[in-house]
């Protein structure tokens, strides 16, 4: 029997290796382990951060002060972005699903630098440890806000330095991904495997992983120029010392608004994924798609600017960030169009990862153009700092990759640990969450547009009624979320077997074992055509040792290069 199928018998707990125990976790080198331990981690800052997000909702119950003092409220506002944003949506499908999924996808034995892989992972702890560390030392923990705007986050007495260090040391994580990512792409495809035969979710982790790489740096030496102020007072950005607030905001969103496409193009890739598996028919606009990936991803880079129209800014950079605002609405309706299409006259089976797709298509649109408002100079005016921005957020990052993070969870479930899940409680769980969802974040649309301000512990009366329906959805929306984990942790342990391919999946990672073997594959495949062909196989999954992959070159038979 081979090695392949004699691992049908060994669970996701047993991977071999050369250490055993937790050793053999905390040392391994295998790309799948690596994003169990990503998946974990994250998991846990998730539950913290949104536990953060419920004492919030519950302290906007009433006016005035509910269960907390304000300072504690900034406090816990600003833990809460941090977490959510650098922990949880920045790294989630990257990191856990990008490290377990891209090399078989690709039809390789693990990324192309394990151990960077490794050290990645242990830069993400750190970082979260430091930025938990920074709660109980130096004043307490920062209340800045996640942006960390100066002059305040300079002058306030809280531990800011350590805040913004943590974030640092996670930006080198997600830099070292990134290089590891488009180094396996670049160099460990399988023969056959063409640019245009790639899964379009590894387009969607290509383009993501240009955007850390070059992004990146530029928040890591901000956050950096920070703590050099408050500890040396250089002058950078604290006009007290002829510095430049302005400046700040600019090398802030010249990242961070990158960050946004971080997140949401891994969620996209993935749609793509689960959309042709489901509709049993080719992903309609293949290139398009992935090409479209890589326009969001330049194009997202160009427009940082719409978050600061109400800086101060010339009137020519604000039409100009406006104008390039609406450009990045192109390509992202391109996917939509796409995905709609692909469903169209589609064999259909509905399963639990296609409501959740469903669902993102229509939070992320309402997301989307919102952003337009924003994006749009005279309405941005009316509703800049207000509770739209923070619904517009939601819809967009949590509605996005949050929403995209769930699907993932159930789409690659089987093949990550072997086991199914109870699909119809996985169905009503997903029900409740986006019940929950717009019960809590649309009515903030509302009280925008009334001008409810954002960050504020406090509120006149006229909004209390808007604050309580958006409470009791956070509610809905946390049931639902508990239900779903509680789902899939009972599945675990006491799911049944998951078969190779129990969706009827057409990439690489449906042709080895639940969960894979070691190496993924005894051989490496020969690609004879696209990822989304559903009436004939475009893999050949044991081909002669002549045709095995040569890391960027060596010998590949005639029969490869004719395809």
């Known amino acids: 029997m081979s090695h392949t199928l004699a691992h049908n018998e060994v669970s996701f707990l047993e991977y071999q290796g050369k250490h055993k125990g937790i050793w053999g976790w905390l040392l391994t080198l295998d790309h799948k382990r690596i994003g169990i331990m990503y998946l974990v981690a994250i998991l846990l800052f998730f539950f913290v951060a949104m536990t953060l997000g419920i004492l919030m909702r519950l302290e906007m119950l009433t006016p005035g002060e509910t269960i907390m003092k304000p300072q504690t409220y900034n406090s816990i506002f600003t833990l809460h972005g941090v977490i959510m944003v650098f922990l949880f949506i920045i790294p989630a499908i990257p990191a856990v699903f990008g490290n377990f999924i891209l090399p078989i996808q690709i039809g390789a034995k693990d990324v192309i630098f394990p151990r960077l892989n490794l050290f990645s992972w242990y830069l993400y702890i750190i970082g979260g440890i430091l930025a938990i560390i920074s709660l109980f030392t130096g004043g307490g923990a920062a209340d800045t806000g996640w942006t960390f705007y100066v002059p305040y986050s300079i002058r306030s007495a809280q531990n800011v330095s350590m805040a913004t260090f943590a974030a640092f040391v996670l930006g080198f994580s997600s830099i070292l991904t990134g290089i ?62 002829g510095g ?29 994924e689960i959309l042709p598996t489901f509709a049993r028919k080719d992903v309609f606009g293949y290139k398009q798609i992935a090409i479209s990936s890589l326009g969001i991803a330049l194009i997202g880079y160009l427009v940082w600017g719409h978050h600061m129209f109400a800086s101060g800014m010339s009137n020519t950079s ?37 409501y959740y797709v469903l669902a993102f298509i229509f939070i992320f649109s309402v997301g989307g153009l919102t952003g337009l408002v924003l994006g749009a100079l005279a309405t941005d005016v009316h509703v800049t700092d207000t509770y739209f921005v923070v619904a517009h957020f939601h819809y967009v990052m949590f ?37 929950g969802f717009n019960i809590l974040y649309f009515p903030m649309f509302i009280m925008g547009y009334m001008g409810m301000p954002r960050r504020y512990y406090d509120y006149l009366p006229e909004f209390q009624g808007w604050h309580v329906l958006s409470t009791v959805g956070s509610w809905i929306l946390v049931s639902g979320i508990m239900f779903m984990f509680g789902n899939l942790f009972y599945a675990l342990f006491k799911g049944t077997k998951a078969a190779t391919n129990p969706w009827g999946g057409t990439t690489l990672e449906w042709r080895v074992p639940s969960p894979p073997p070691l190496e993924n594959f005894d051989e490496i ?12 196989p475009t893999y050949i999954m044991h081909p002669s040792r002549e045709l095995q992959h040569q890391n960027g070159g060596g010998k590949i038979s005639q029969e490869v290069k004719s395809h």
């Open 180 to 241: 590891n990512f488009i180094a396996t792409i670049h160099r460990l495809r399988a023969p056959g495997m063409t640019w245009f035969r790639l899964p379009l979710f590894i387009w969607g982790l290509y383009a993501t992983s240009w955007i850390q790489v070059l992004a990146t740096p530029i928040i890591g030496i901000t956050l950096a120029l920070i703590i050099l102020e408050r500890m040396l007072g250089i002058g950078v950005f604290d006009p007290a010392l």
């Open 244 to 272: 430049d607030p302005l400046l700040y905001q600019h090398l802030f969103w010249i990242y961070s608004h990158p960050a946004v496409y971080i997140m949401i193009l891994p969620a996209m890739g993935v749609v793509s």
């Open 318 to 354: 604000r039409v100009v960030f406006s104008l390039l605002t609406f450009l990045v609405a192109i390509p992202t309706g391109v996917k939509i169009f796409n995905w709609v299409a692909t469903l169209y006259k589609g064999s259909i089976k509905f399963s639990a990862p296609l």
């Open 399 to 435: 509605g996005g990759m949050g929403i995209m993070f769930f699907a993932t969870c159930h789409y690659w479930f089987p093949k990550v640990f072997g086991k199914m899940y109870n699909e119809k409680l996985a169905v009503i769980a997903c029900t409740v969450i986006i019940i």
């Open 525 to 536: 495949p020969v690609v004879t055509g696209g990822p989304y062909v559903h009436d004939k």
